[in-house]
Nanobody, 124 residues
Framework: QVTLVESGGGLVESGGSLTVSCAITGHINNWDSLGWFREYPGKDRTFVAAISVSTGRTYYSDSVKGRFAISSDFAKSTLYLQMNSLKPEDTAVYYC?????????????????WGQGTWVTVSS
């Protein structure tokens, strides 16, 4: 059983920074991938960033590349998403997820385990 719990969301001004965290319990395999997705009410859940557990290689959507950084600290069993230069369109519930394959994808259906999300609201 893998459990993911997001935290760290909140209200931030446009142009500001915020880091959200994902606490992981249960076993994560070396061939797994971990990702961040976001969803605004009434809209589809979309890919934000992902990391390969085995290689550390990171992946980003075009909309956040250069502004966001995904990282992990497995000594603390935690996944992070550092968000910089935030924009109002970044407002959403942010979810972390696990995929049972080494190479991440941008498709939510490819991920098997999900947290319950943490709200990030960026004011204009």
């Amino acid at each position: 059983q893998v459990t993911l719990v997001e935290s760290g969301g909140g209200l931030v001004e446009s142009g500001g920074s915020l880091t959200v965290s994902c606490a992981i319990t249960g076993h994560i395999n070396n061939w797994d991938s971990l990702g961040w997705f976001r969803e605004y009410p009434g809209k589809d859940r979309t890919f934000v960033a992902a990391i390969s557990v085995s290689t550390g290689r990171t992946y980003y959507s075009d909309s956040v590349k250069g502004r966001f950084a995904i990282s992990s600290d497995f000594a603390k069993s935690t996944l992070y998403l550092q968000m910089n230069s935030l924009k109002p369109e970044d407002t959403a519930v942010y979810y972390c997820a696990r995929r049972g394959a080494e190479v991440p994808t941008s498709e939510p259906l490819d991920y098997e385990n999900w947290g319950q999300g943490t709200w990030v609201t960026v004011s204009s």
